[in-house]
């Protein structure tokens, strides 16, 4: 059974790695969700933590691989 992507990240968190496999920068996921840089932060950060990866690159590698975010 895969695990989604909404069993393992927050709402919000969800949304984050989605803006960051579209390549944003973090103050753009801050304009774009209403929020504070250092808040997107926080979530790049427990995203991380949750998936077992190192940085954006291998986050976005591991929501692509298990299908949780499409081209």
Not at 43 to 61: D, G, S, W
Request: aromatic fraction near 8%; charge should be negative; glycine fraction near 2%.
């Amino acid at each position: 059974m895969n695990t989604t992507m909404e069993q393992i990240l927050s709402n919000r968190e969800c949304e984050v790695l989605e803006l960051v496999a579209k390549g944003c920068k973090n103050l753009k996921i801050a304009l774009a969700l209403e929020i504070e840089e250092r808040t997107v932060r926080f979530h790049v950060e427990n995203i991380f933590y949750k998936l077992e990866v190192k940085n954006r690159t291998e986050a976005v590698c591991h929501a692509f691989r298990n299908g949780w975010i499409n081209d």
